[in-house]
Nanobody, 114 residues
Framework: QVQLVESGGGLVQPGGSLRLSCVAS????????MGWYRQAPGKQRELVAGITSGGNTNYANSVKGRFTISRDNANLVYLQMNSLKPEDTAVYYC?????????WGQGTQVTVSS
C-alpha cells in the first residue's frame, strides 16, 4: 500500500502563487509515476500535471506555462502554481501509479479569489 498526504493549499488572490507538496509513504518502491489532479464543484476530476520516474512531464493545456511539476526522490512531488486564476479553484489531489493500482491523497483545497 501507498499513502499520500498533500499540503500547501489555501486562499490566494488572482495572479498569486502557491506550492503544493505531496509525500508518499509505505510501499513507495511500487510507484512508477506521480501527478496532480483537480476537481472543481460540479465537474469531473481532471489531470493537471504528471511526472514519470524518468522525469518526463505532461500538463493540461489550461496550466501550461503557469504550473510546474517536480519530483524529489521517489516519494515527494510538488506542484508550483503561478499566475493563478479563479478557474484554478478546486480540490487538488495527489496521485501515484504503480503497475496495477492508482493511489490517491485526501485532497487539498485551492481557492483563487479576490
Amino acid at each position: 500500500q501507498v499513502q499520500l498526504v498533500e499540503s500547501g493549499g489555501g486562499l490566494v488572490q488572482p495572479g498569486g502563487s502557491l506550492r503544493l507538496s505531496c509525500v508518499a509513504s509505505g510501499s513507495i518502491f511500487r510507484i512508477r509515476s506521480m501527478g496532480w489532479y483537480r476537481q472543481a464543484p460540479g465537474k469531473q476530476r481532471e489531470l493537471v500535471a504528471g511526472i514519470t520516474s524518468g522525469g518526463n512531464t505532461n500538463y493540461a493545456n489550461s496550466v501550461k506555462g503557469r504550473f510546474t511539476i517536480s519530483r524529489d526522490n521517489a516519494n515527494l512531488v510538488y506542484l508550483q502554481m503561478n499566475s493563478l486564476k479563479p478557474e484554478d479553484t478546486a480540490v487538488y489531489y495527489c496521485n501515484a501509479q504503480s503497475i496495477t493500482t492508482d493511489y490517491w491523497g485526501q485532497g487539498t483545497q485551492v481557492t483563487v479569489s479576490s
